[in-house]
């Protein structure tokens, strides 16, 4: 999923925590219209589920959930370059033959110190973005979507995520 532009604002975000999707990140002012949305999937061979609504008119991320982890380690991510707050515009022209693309490619979960993050094997991030408070996207040089970063809980959303976790035997 590739980066079209960025736009100078960040997103104000609604962030869930549930037993059974891990987290949900909701940007309701990428909202525009209730129709015409995309969905971009990370699945990966465990069946870890990632999935990226994206609103078809704004080119704007609506909603990101993580449906599933079933792979996770323990591991630090630490991006040593710039990290500008933004709200990124999607290019949609990767959906042009239909409104779901899913992509196959091997990925690992990762825990670190109170945030949780995927990287598609095999990519070298070259940029990182911010794009709300608990989320970051991070990006390869040609400005595709190659894994995020969900970071920044308080100590109550992070026990209860990391608590659900541990019940379902993930960690």
Same mark, same amino acid.
């Given at each position: 999923?590739k980066?079209? %532009?960025l736009?100078?604002?960040? *997103? %104000?975000e609604e962030? +869930?925590?549930?037993?059974y999707?891990p987290?949900s990140? *909701?940007?309701?002012e990428n909202?525009?219209?209730a +129709?015409?949305?995309y969905?971009? $999937?990370?699945?990966?061979? +465990?069946?870890s @589920?990632?999935?990226?609504? =994206?609103?078809s008119v704004?080119? %704007?991320?609506?909603?990101?959930?993580?449906?599933s982890?079933?792979?996770?380690? #323990?591991s630090?991510?630490?991006?040593?370059?710039?990290?500008?707050?933004?709200?990124p =515009? =999607?290019?949609?022209y990767?959906?042009?033959?239909?409104?779901?693309?899913t #992509?196959? $490619?091997?990925?690992?979960?990762?825990?670190g110190e %109170?945030?949780i993050? @995927?990287? &598609?094997?095999? +990519?070298?991030? *070259?940029?990182m973005?911010m794009?709300s408070?608990?989320?970051f996207? &991070?990006?390869n $040089?040609?400005n595709?979507?190659v894994?995020a970063q969900i970071?920044n809980?308080?100590?109550?959303?992070w026990?209860?995520?990391?608590?659900?976790?541990?019940?379902?035997?993930?960690i």
């Amino acid at each position: 999923m590739k980066v079209e %532009k960025l736009e100078n604002s960040i *997103s %104000k975000e609604e962030m +869930e925590i549930d037993y059974y999707v891990p987290v949900s990140i *909701s940007f309701p002012e990428n909202d525009l219209e209730a +129709e015409g949305l995309y969905y971009y $999937r990370f699945i990966n061979k +465990e069946y870890s @589920f990632v999935e990226f609504k =994206i609103n078809s008119v704004s080119k %704007k991320i609506v909603n990101v959930t993580v449906t599933s982890i079933n792979d996770i380690q #323990n591991s630090d991510f630490i991006f040593n370059g710039n990290i500008p707050e933004a709200n990124p =515009i =999607i290019n949609i022209y990767e959906f042009e033959y239909g409104d779901v693309i899913t #992509n196959n $490619r091997s990925f690992k979960f990762y825990i670190g110190e %109170k945030k949780i993050f @995927f990287i &598609l094997d095999d +990519e070298e991030i *070259s940029a990182m973005i911010m794009i709300s408070n608990h989320f970051f996207a &991070l990006l390869n $040089r040609e400005n595709d979507i190659v894994g995020a970063q969900i970071a920044n809980f308080n100590d109550e959303d992070w026990n209860v995520l990391v608590g659900n976790l541990k019940e379902a035997g993930k960690i």
